[in-house]
């Protein structure tokens, strides 16, 4: 058995300390975290972590290195690493976007040192490691990036480690990874958070109590909303390109819509209405979602 | 006791059949329903109906009358119950657009009638008369409309057989009402359409297959695009001034947002990524959603 480190012991941080733990994966989990109320409250959580003051601490005791922060600290946590990083080491990380961050991680990263990224696809509206879950990443797909610094064997011992977590897997090049997560989540967040603002901005204009009518079908945006901000700000930042073409196509059709309307062009808007359709149930086929009318909420 | 006609029988008539025998509010339960699948399925599903040929067949033995097919069908069926309409009838739809739906009632409902419409805030992706609930309307806000032609003590009346059906009551104005829902409820649905049709768009000219990695957000956003094509079509045409209206915001919304991104604005895209977090706890503290994270899902 092996140490594996964690850097970062968010929601999905601590959801894989959990899941290594039970599975009985690591001797030792080793856990930096910089914030000191996350600190207390792995302690009073009592999850099994050896916590270290300092990122560099664990690295020669450990064997897999799990990135779990937002995209924006891997470099200076990597340039404080550096010194102590092996060509044996396992690295990989778990953030939303890759080009853009592989491109900070191959400037920073010391010669000689590998480097595999992977994006497991869960997440919540909730942070911090109180709501991190074992089971979280169970019948997600985890997506592997083969890159500039990626390593075959690396691959394949983080391809079998997140099938213990319960993922599934498949290999990706960075870039088109980060085309289309801007369309399967970049986007949605995005529109989730640009909703939200947009019936704020009314309810201000308007003083209308507006969310107590929410039901209707704000609330379902208002979750992902919710979500963690400095992890979207980096997301939009470091894929901006791809957001940015993926906002601009959706203003166009955004555009036809309204003309559709204020035509009443019966043909052309029930032809939109009617494809979307068909998406909800190769979804549920796909099990991308619960099987149950309004997520089974009511 | 007294006679209910119920006038279309899909995913909320068939609520409302089911609700008003559970709680034994009429002697018959008359209804009218002009898709013969859904008559089979009414028969198959042995609800509670007297299944009446025309809608003007029951009116004289009806107390309350409950319209609830697709708005744009009102006048072709007000026309035909004219003749047989009396003052002391009370009358109500559950359309989701007023003002435009109420211009259509006035002009062609016969002298001397009252319409006291409704709005039950409840609602599925799923549709016809199989999905109905006795319990949709439960804990749901329901509006009264106060228009041209409202009675007073119709209203009285709907107060109380709406609170049966296990809603909270609240009166507004036709204007108020779609300004409102515009925002909660029609900008949400019209955003959900439109995004899926972006990501199929997308998929169209890429060729990827993205669907299987809708999880990340797009799934949220797949339930709702799912919503029955006829009755959103009527309340995107019936409810257009405003459906614009917002829309414009929207976008002008995203357009700031894109700036924001593609200059890597610090404070201005954190501080909207935190302005909108505040929301999902109020919409939660107001009882309007789920409080799990997730929907409660995974």
């Given amino acids: 058995m092996t140490n594996i480190l964690i850097i970062g012991c968010g929601l999905l941080g601590s959801s894989l300390l959990r899941r290594i733990h039970k599975k009985r994966l690591a001797s030792k989990i080793f856990v930096y975290e910089k914030s000191k109320k996350n600190i207390l409250k792995i302690k009073k959580l009592k999850l099994p972590a050896t916590i270290i003051k300092k990122p560099e601490d664990a690295v020669a005791k450990s ?50 040192i590998f480097w595999s990224s992977s994006h497991p696809i869960a997440g919540s509206e909730v942070s911090g ?9 169970e019948d997600k797909w985890c997506i592997l990036i083969k890159g500039k610094r990626s390593n075959r064997t ?43 603002q947009s019936a704020q901005d009314f309810e201000k204009k308007q003083k209308y109590d507006l969310l107590k009518y929410s039901a209707g079908g704000l609330r379902d945006f208002s ?16 894929n901006k390109t791809n957001v940015s073409k993926a906002i601009n196509l959706f203003i166009k059709n955004l555009k036809s819509f309204k003309k559709d309307i204020l035509s009443k062009n019966n043909s052309s808007i029930l032809k939109k209405l009617t ?8 979804i549920i086929k796909l099990k991308q979602d619960i099987n149950k009318p309004n997520f089974g909420r009511d």
């Fill in 223 to 238: 979750r992902i909303a919710a979500s963690n901000e400095i992890m979207w700000r980096d997301i939009f930042f470091d």
């Fill in 129 to 137: 490691p109180e709501n991190g879950k074992q089971n979280i990443f």
């Fill in 154 to 196: 690396h691959l394949k011992f983080l391809k079998s480690f997140w099938r213990k977590m319960g993922s599934k897997t498949v290999e990706m090049s960075p870039d088109k990874h980060d085309k289309i997560f801007s369309i399967t989540s970049h986007l949605p967040h995005l529109i989730a958070y640009n909703l939200v």
């Fill in 275 to 282: 494809q979307t359709k068909k998406v909800r149930s190769k």
């Fill in 63 to 112: 064997k897999l290195i799990i990135f779990c922060t937002p995209m924006n600290e891997y470099k200076k946590i990597i340039l404080k690493m550096n010194q102590n990083f092996h060509s044996k080491h396992i690295i990989t990380d778990i953030g939303s976007s890759k080009c853009k961050s592989l491109e900070v991680i191959n400037k920073n990263l010391k010669k000689g």
